[in-house]
């Protein structure tokens, strides 16, 4: 069973660097030509469906994307991106120590930001979801749409690195990974 991971299409506070979270902003024009790229992208992975987080950013994505696919879209809490509390919906110039603390955020597990949610707890939600997944459509072929910082937790607990670490890169807004492909570099 291929589960490909992919993040979002360019949202408008992606561009104006805006900490989205739980929050959301639409996706701008290249989110939307990302998406439209996406589905003519997975044509080649012969999906089943496509999972997608319940934040609005994902599930417009998925939507596009699927205009390419004719496939079904099923939508899910589990696959939101970290909560980082206080932190959300602003610049980089708006509460720089809070900033300083999410800058950290690969150096340990919980964040010093009021109402963040740690990396375990992200990945607790993400494992749960990966799990109900192979059980209830261990040959389907999955498309997730999520978010960045929720997909670099889950490369680095299906690789038994520390969760909070920096080992694997935010990906690239749209850009797909195959899970398999990740977990051949555990053998």
Known sequence: ???????????RWNQL?????????ELTELGRQQARVLGQQARALSLDFI??????????????????????????SQL??????????????????????????????ALAIPGAESASSVWQRAHN??????????????????????????QNGLLSYPLHSAHHPIPDNAEIWCLDDLLVECA
């Open 1 to 11: 069973m291929p589960i490909y991971l992919c993040r979002h299409g360019q949202t």
């Open 129 to 154: 979801a990966l799990f109900q997944l192979l059980n209830q459509h261990p040959d389907s072929n999955v498309l997730l749409i999520g978010h960045g910082e929720w997909q670099r937790i889950v």
């Open 51 to 76: 999972l997608c987080s319940d934040l609005n950013r994902a599930r417009e994505t998925a939507v596009i994307a699927s205009q390419a696919l004719n496939l079904p879209i099923q939508i899910s």
């Open 80 to 109: 939101r991106e970290r909560d980082f509390g206080a932190l959300q919906g602003l610049s980089r110039d708006q509460s720089p120590q809070w900033w300083q603390h999410y800058d950290s955020r690969h150096l340990q597990d």
């Open 17 to 25: 660097g805006i900490l989205q979270g739980h929050l959301d902003s």
